[in-house]
């Protein structure tokens, strides 16, 4: 549960505390932004412009124009240098999270805040050599009643955020897995990936004793910072190639440091299927809204029945 937990977390907080740098300079009157990247923006969007020393509020998003730009309803203000280190930082009606814990702590120091608390776990038969291994995961926002309709404004523009995240990851990556850098550029429609390091994806399958061709079946993330793609390797080809199939369904350039990953847990699906609003007391009244959300995992059994019962 804790590994499924973590991963939860690290969704909510891409998407509720979205932020990337601006990697151009900004000048008054501009309506267009270029930025590291647009995932997890969505149009509507409040965002601030953001630098160590000020910020720039009461943007919105108008236009998702590619992977780096971004486009406004609004001009920008003022004049913002690249090379200071400034951000957009996405919004909810103003405001943005305090913290994100796991468990239920009985005190939380600053709203509005939320928490990521595994229930249930469930297990049962789901072939002859695994299992379905089923966790149900409760995400609470809280925001404090005292903020009235703008408190109430940003728990629902909250939940929408954090819904739309664990929608947008059926399948989420949870620890183990390894990982390499890929070390020449991918085409749409490749089959042959350069990597830095093949043998991360020996499996049972695989005879290391042997030259090669070798034979993996091991399930693969291609990815960058924009786009990501499952696919299997069928072979490795030598200690730096790889086959893939399905093919690569997208061209990956070197100059944006391209990884594959190499999962060791599949979770095959996963959903947050209700939502609770209302108001509860936890040492201050406050609005809440609960996430109801559950993922599900084939486990691979190795069942031999040979476990000493008296020794």
């Not at 072979?235 to 990953?261: G, H, K, M, W």
């Not at 609005?287 to 476990?307: G, S, T, Y």
Request: hydrophobic content about 35%; overall charge negative; proline content about 5%.
């Amino acid at each position: 549960m804790e590994d499924i937990l973590d991963s939860v977390r690290r969704i909510v907080s891409r998407w509720v505390d979205t932020v990337t740098p601006i990697t151009f300079d900004v000048t008054a009157g501009d309506l267009i932004l270029t930025v590291g990247s647009t995932n997890r923006f969505q149009v509507g969007d409040e965002v601030m412009i953001e630098s160590p020393q000020e910020s720039e509020v009461y943007l919105t998003v108008d236009e998702i124009i590619d992977n780096q730009n971004i486009a406004l309803s609004t001009a920008v203000q003022n004049d913002w240098d690249s090379d200071e280190g400034i951000v957009l930082r996405k919004l909810l009606n103003g405001m943005y999270i305090n913290g994100i814990y796991i468990g239920e702590p009985q005190v939380i120091p600053r709203y509005p805040a939320i928490t990521v608390n595994g229930r249930t776990i469930s297990s049962e038969w789901m072939t002859l050599d695994s299992t379905k291994e089923k966790y149900d995961v409760e995400i609470a926002i809280y925001v404090e009643a005292g903020t009235q309709e703008d408190g109430y404004r940003f728990l629902l523009n909250m939940q929408k955020t954090v819904v739309d995240g664990l929608k947008r990851n059926i399948f989420p990556l949870v620890n183990d897995y390894d990982s390499t850098s890929i070390q020449s550029d991918v085409q749409n429609g490749d089959a042959y990936i350069t990597v830095a390091d093949a043998s991360v994806f020996n499996t049972p399958l695989t005879d290391t004793t042997g030259g090669y061709p070798r034979l993996s079946d091991a399930r693969a993330i291609l990815e960058d910072k924009w786009n990501s793609e499952e696919t299997r390797v069928q072979r490795i080809i030598s200690p730096t190639v790889i086959e893939i199939a399905p093919l690569a369904c997208r061209s990956y350039s070197t100059s944006d440091n391209p990884i594959i990953i190499r999962p060791k847990r599949f979770i095959y699906n996963s959903w947050p299927h209700t939502v609770d609003i209302g108001t509860i007391d936890k040492g201050s009244l406050l609005q809440a809204a609960v996430i109801r959300w559950f993922a599900e995992e084939e486990e691979l059994v190795d069942f031999k029945n040979n476990d000493p019962h008296l020794k």
